[in-house]
Each structure stands twice: as structure tokens, then as C-alpha cells.
């Protein structure tokens, strides 16, 4: 398996990262061991996790990812495996997290607190990557950078990144860590796929330019890009069916956003692509994420080694430069299919 530098940090990582966010939730702990194995067994270093984890979010999940892969970390060196994980963020983003009783911020005092709750469930001295879940961009950045700063000096992180960033925040983050000689983000983990290319627009040129890795979440879509949804199919206990069948507004707009007519004709045409590459729907759709090079390491979730076995063949897999060309294609025919 391929592997790449984060930043321009010390840390190399497996070009494919395990995403946990089920972990507790649709995918029970024995199943989550087993997964983990078999990922380490395939080459992959590098586990993605959260303070909020499992989704969807509720209180009495809350946490239980972080502990599951605790547990299992035990039983491995703790050297032999890359662990990134993400303080919640602000309560003032378009998510209440049921952590802290709904009350939280990027200043010192929830940072410091999520961090040492982070360490405690994972059972470990140091979090290698540690990550804001969602920016404060009311914040400044002086407090937050400021923090993270002596948690790296003190040896409780290694680097840290964002998640869920912007354009102008990430360069905001950039100048005042510069301009106070704060420890910098080395990574970003945004939404992007085949039917989110948004971070194609300004913020993979920002990555090339500022050195900083993105780590792409979702690269199947929110799994529309296995075509499980396609010709109207709800498969029983998929996430969307799941949202649709219990009708939240929040939900609603998810499944909007995730399976309009876009997203859908887009992964319709990709089948195509597919077949003429010899590939499944969800190795090309990772495959693609992977050959980008402002990507270090593509996350990806499964709830069951079957679907683990399945997306781990990517690995391997490099698409033809007609395949790329075809993709552009369908994109310029279905622009921004996630708006």
C-alpha cells in the first residue's frame, strides 16, 4: 500500500485510512475488532475517530468510538498504529453535539477537556493527529492555535489539522499560527468525491500551496456512489433509507443534499466506468479520491469485513487516464451534484 507524508510533518501514513464514525452504532464492537485487524492486516496505519462518535449523534452513543477503538488499540504496539481524532467544535455550528451538555466552544477550557477525555478512552499518552471537528470562525484563531500549540510542546499531540474548513479559514489559521509561531494545520479532512468536487475549486490549490494533506471523508458520497440507492432502491438499514423513513427535518436535507437527481444520474453514468475499468463502483470512486495529489490518505467506513475486503482492492488500483477523463466528463454533464 501506498504511503504519504502528512504536511510536512514526520508522519507518513497507508494512502487509505479507516473512518470508525459506525463503530458503536451500526456496527457492533466484535465486528469493529475484526475490521480493525483486517485493515492492519491489509497495510492500513492510520484510524480516523471523534469525541462525537458514533453517528448519527446521540447522547447515549456519545463517546463509544473512541473507547471501542481504546479497547482494541490495546492489543496492537502503540507505535504501529497513526491515530487521529477531533475535538467537537463550537456548539454555535449547524450541529448541537451531545457532549458537555451541548455547551462547547474551540477556547482553552473545552479543548483541554475533550483532549484529556480523548486520551482516557483511547488509552494512550498521545494523539497523533488531533483535529477541530467543526471551525469557530467567531473565534479568531489565536486561542485555539494557541492551545494546540502547547498540547504538541507538551507531548499530548503530535500535529494537528481541521476538519469541515473553509477557503478562509484555513488561511486564517495559516497567518495567525505564523505570526505567533503556533504550531500550523498539517492536514484537512472535507467532504469530497466524485459528487462533491468543491474542494477542486480553491482549497486543493491552497493544500499545494500551504503544504497541507487533505484527507477526504465520504469519497463514496455518503455510500450513493456504491449505487445502492440507484433505480429508487432503499435497501433496508442503509443510512438514507434510515433518514427518509424517520423524516427529521435535518435529516431530510441530508438526503437532499447526499441523493438528489445529480448524485444520482452522476453514479448511473460511472457504472459505466466501472465495468470498462474492472472495477466496482466503490473501488473506482476511492481509487479516483487516491489519485489526487493534494490527498495523503483517503477515509473510508464499512460496517462489515465484506465491505472492508471489497473497497481494500483500491488499494491496487490505478484508473486509466480515459477512465479520468470520463469522470470529468459526467461532472461537466452533472456540475456539483451536492450544490
Given at each position: 500500500?501506498?504511503?504519504?507524508?502528512?504536511?510536512?510533518?514526520?508522519?507518513?501514513?497507508?494512502?487509505?485510512?479507516?473512518?470508525?464514525?459506525?463503530?458503536?452504532?451500526?456496527?457492533?464492537?466484535?465486528?469493529?475488532?475484526?475490521?480493525?485487524?483486517?485493515?492492519?492486516?491489509?497495510?492500513?496505519?492510520?484510524?480516523?475517530?471523534?469525541?462525537?462518535?458514533?453517528?448519527?449523534?446521540?447522547?447515549?452513543?456519545?463517546?463509544?468510538?473512541?473507547?471501542?477503538?481504546?479497547?482494541?488499540?490495546?492489543?496492537?504496539?502503540?507505535?504501529?498504529?497513526?491515530?487521529?481524532?477531533?475535538?467537537?467544535?463550537?456548539?454555535?455550528?449547524?450541529?448541537?453535539?451531545?457532549?458537555?451538555?451541548?455547551?462547547?466552544?474551540?477556547?482553552?477550557?473545552?479543548?483541554?477537556?475533550?483532549?484529556?477525555?480523548?486520551?482516557?478512552?483511547?488509552?494512550?499518552?498521545?494523539?497523533?493527529?488531533?483535529?477541530?471537528?467543526?471551525?469557530?470562525?467567531?473565534?479568531?484563531?489565536?486561542?485555539?492555535?494557541?492551545?494546540?500549540?502547547?498540547?504538541?510542546?507538551?507531548?499530548?499531540?503530535?500535529?494537528?489539522?481541521?476538519?469541515?474548513?473553509?477557503?478562509?479559514?484555513?488561511?486564517?489559521?495559516?497567518?495567525?499560527?505564523?505570526?505567533?509561531?503556533?504550531?500550523?494545520?498539517?492536514?484537512?479532512?472535507?467532504?469530497?468525491?466524485?459528487?462533491?468536487?468543491r474542494f477542486e475549486d480553491a482549497l486543493a490549490d491552497i493544500c499545494r500551496r500551504e503544504k497541507i494533506s487533505l484527507l477526504p471523508f465520504s469519497p463514496l458520497g455518503g455510500g450513493v456512489l456504491t449505487g445502492k440507492y440507484n433505480d429508487g432502491k432503499r435497501p433496508t438499514g442503509a443510512r438514507f433509507t434510515q433518514y427518509i423513513?424517520?423524516?427529521?427535518?435535518?435529516?431530510?436535507?441530508?438526503?437532499?443534499?447526499?441523493?438528489?437527481?445529480?448524485?444520482?444520474?452522476?453514479?448511473?453514468?460511472?457504472?459505466?466506468?466501472?465495468?470498462?475499468?474492472?472495477?466496482?463502483?466503490?473501488?473506482?470512486?476511492?481509487?479516483?479520491?487516491?489519485?489526487?495529489?493534494?490527498?495523503?490518505?483517503?477515509?473510508?467506513?464499512?460496517?462489515?469485513?465484506?465491505?472492508?475486503?471489497e473497497n481494500l482492492q483500491a488499494a491496487d488500483i490505478n484508473l486509466s487516464q480515459d477512465a479520468l477523463s470520463e469522470i470529468d466528463q459526467i461532472s461537466t454533464r452533472y456540475p456539483y451534484p451536492m450544490g
Amino acid at each position: 500500500m501506498k504511503r504519504n507524508r502528512l504536511g510536512y510533518s514526520g508522519i507518513v501514513v497507508s494512502d487509505m485510512c479507516l473512518g470508525t464514525m459506525t463503530f458503536g452504532s451500526s456496527c457492533d464492537e466484535a465486528a469493529a475488532f475484526r475490521i480493525m485487524d483486517g485493515a492492519v492486516d491489509a497495510g492500513i496505519d492510520f484510524f480516523d475517530t471523534a469525541e462525537i462518535y458514533p453517528v448519527p449523534p446521540k447522547t447515549e452513543w456519545v463517546h463509544e468510538t473512541e473507547a471501542i477503538v481504546g479497547r482494541w488499540l490495546k492489543t496492537k504496539p502503540r507505535h504501529s498504529v497513526i491515530i487521529a481524532t477531533k475535538v467537537v467544535g463550537s456548539s454555535h455550528t449547524w450541529f448541537i453535539p451531545p457532549v458537555r451538555e451541548g455547551k462547547t466552544a474551540l477556547d482553552r477550557h473545552h479543548i483541554r477537556t475533550a483532549v484529556e477525555g480523548s486520551l482516557q478512552r483511547l488509552q494512550t499518552d498521545y494523539i497523533d493527529l488531533y483535529q477541530t471537528h467543526w471551525p469557530d470562525h467567531g473565534s479568531g484563531y489565536e486561542e485555539m492555535l494557541g492551545v494546540m500549540t502547547e498540547l504538541v510542546k507538551e507531548g499530548k499531540v503530535r500535529i494537528i489539522g481541521s476538519s469541515n474548513e473553509s477557503e478562509w479559514g484555513t488561511m486564517k489559521a495559516q497567518a495567525v499560527a505564523e505570526q505567533n509561531g503556533y504550531t500550523r494545520y498539517q492536514t484537512i479532512q472535507n467532504n469530497f468525491s466524485i459528487n462533491n468536487r468543491r474542494f477542486e475549486d480553491a482549497l486543493a490549490d491552497i493544500c499545494r500551496r500551504e503544504k497541507i494533506s487533505l484527507l477526504p471523508f465520504s469519497p463514496l458520497g455518503g455510500g450513493v456512489l456504491t449505487g445502492k440507492y440507484n433505480d429508487g432502491k432503499r435497501p433496508t438499514g442503509a443510512r438514507f433509507t434510515q433518514y427518509i423513513e424517520q423524516g427529521d427535518g435535518r435529516q431530510k436535507d441530508m438526503v437532499q443534499r447526499f441523493m438528489n437527481e445529480k448524485c444520482l444520474a452522476t453514479t448511473a453514468d460511472l457504472a459505466a466506468v466501472a465495468e470498462n475499468e474492472g472495477v466496482t463502483l466503490p473501488q473506482l470512486a476511492i481509487a479516483w479520491s487516491k489519485q489526487h495529489d493534494f490527498v495523503a490518505s483517503t477515509i473510508f467506513g464499512v460496517n462489515t469485513i465484506e465491505q472492508l475486503e471489497e473497497n481494500l482492492q483500491a488499494a491496487d488500483i490505478n484508473l486509466s487516464q480515459d477512465a479520468l477523463s470520463e469522470i470529468d466528463q459526467i461532472s461537466t454533464r452533472y456540475p456539483y451534484p451536492m450544490g
